[in-house]
């Protein structure tokens, strides 16, 4: 093992990545057990519209939660950041007849976050839930129920695999409610298939990283991984401090594909549902020079001959199940790229690990 790779090794924020699966996996065998869930389904069971809500990534693990929410219940579900029913309350519907708010926190702390709780809670007197991976939080004491992934807990600033779990905890939820046993036991499989593969994901992206340099990155995703897009963007954001951009898949071809160079790497989440239609856009983006990474269940010939890096999960599973392992590669993007520029992840510049405001 070089150096490089041992001083890499002594980052919180590089263990904590490499640590997603056996996380997954030890949070998801807690939820079966957690009496917390059970009465959050028994108490939940007349609701039929749900909001959650959170702050920076957890505003991007909001949409995909709530995504996933929809298309494991069929209710209607959204997202809002935690500032926005407090400057426009009008936006949250809050008086929406069978509402269920959701908050999300890893530190349980976050300032906007537990004030949008008690407005919800105190104000609209809206039922909440909070998820965290804290104990004996203010967002525990402001909520009618709490979720706990202590497991997902992090040293470090930047939120990798609490972003993960808590999006599982989520979807373990969602398949509780509507009593979809076959969904869950495809998350457990997800995580124990997904573990022996995170070492590998990681030399090809330290490899990549090693032989480029870009000066703008894009994600791209459609419905579900949307909100995966954007979380990937912001992985790449904060611990690399480079310029970085989201779009849905096929909106990038209207307009935003103005950017594309030799210099633009683009990567892309592809689903099963939309697969033709994605793979048609990153044909298109690698015609006019752009650098491509696919990450995808089972890759087409299409995808491998257009791509300058492709990962296959390869899963017997849904699109939705896929959404956690789906953001590691763009954790390890950014941590790398990071790295090369000589910055520090565990420390990024201009972040601290919570937002508390006086």
Not at 77 to 93: D, I, K, M, N
Request: some cysteine.
């Amino acid at each position: 093992m070089d150096t490089k790779r041992m001083n890499v090794q002594r980052s919180a924020t590089f263990e904590e990545i490499l640590s997603e699966p056996v996380v997954w996996r030890t949070a998801l065998h807690e939820l079966r057990e957690d009496p917390a869930i059970a009465r959050i389904v028994e108490e939940s069971h007349s609701r039929t519209e749900w909001l959650f809500i959170g702050c920076g990534t957890s505003f991007y693990l909001a949409e995909a939660a709530a995504n996933s929410w929809t298309l494991l219940t069929g209710q209607r579900a959204r997202a809002l950041p935690g500032s926005e029913p407090l400057l426009f309350p009008e936006l949250a519907l809050a008086k929406e007849p069978n509402l269920q708010a959701v908050v999300i926190s890893r530190s349980g702390k976050t300032s906007e976050a537990l004030r949008a709780a008690k407005v919800f809670t105190s104000e609209f007197h809206v039922p909440t839930i909070g998820i965290t991976c804290a104990t004996n939080t203010p967002l525990e004491k402001i909520c009618d129920e709490t979720i706990r992934i202590t497991a997902a807990d992090e040293k470090s600033t930047v939120m990798t695999r609490s972003f993960t779990s808590m999006l599982l905890a989520l979807q373990h939820l969602a398949a509780r409610t509507v009593k979809n046993e076959a969904y869950l036991k495809s998350l457990e499989g997800m995580a124990a298939q997904f573990a022996p593969q995170i070492e590998g994901i990681a030399e090809k992206i330290r490899g990549f990283v090693v032989k480029h340099d870009f000066e703008d990155y894009v994600f791209l995703g459609q419905g579900p991984f949307h909100g995966i897009a954007r979380e990937a963007s912001l992985k790449v954001m904060e611990m690399s401090c480079s310029y970085s951009q989201v779009f849905h898949a096929l909106e990038f071809r209207h307009g935003p594909k103005a950017i594309v160079s030799a210099n633009t790497c683009l990567t892309f989440f592809l689903s099963e549902n939309g697969y033709q239609a994605e793979e048609e856009v990153l044909g298109e983006m690698a015609e006019l020079g752009g650098v491509i990474i696919a990450i995808c269940n089972r890759a087409s010939e299409h995808v491998r001959r257009n791509s300058d890096l492709v990962f296959e999960l390869g899963f017997d599973a849904p699109d939705v199940a896929r959404l956690a392992p789906y953001v590691v590669p763009a954790q390890l993007l950014g941590f790398f790229t990071g790295t090369k520029k000589n910055l520090d992840p565990d420390n990024p510049k201009n972040l601290t690990r919570v937002v508390i405001l006086d």
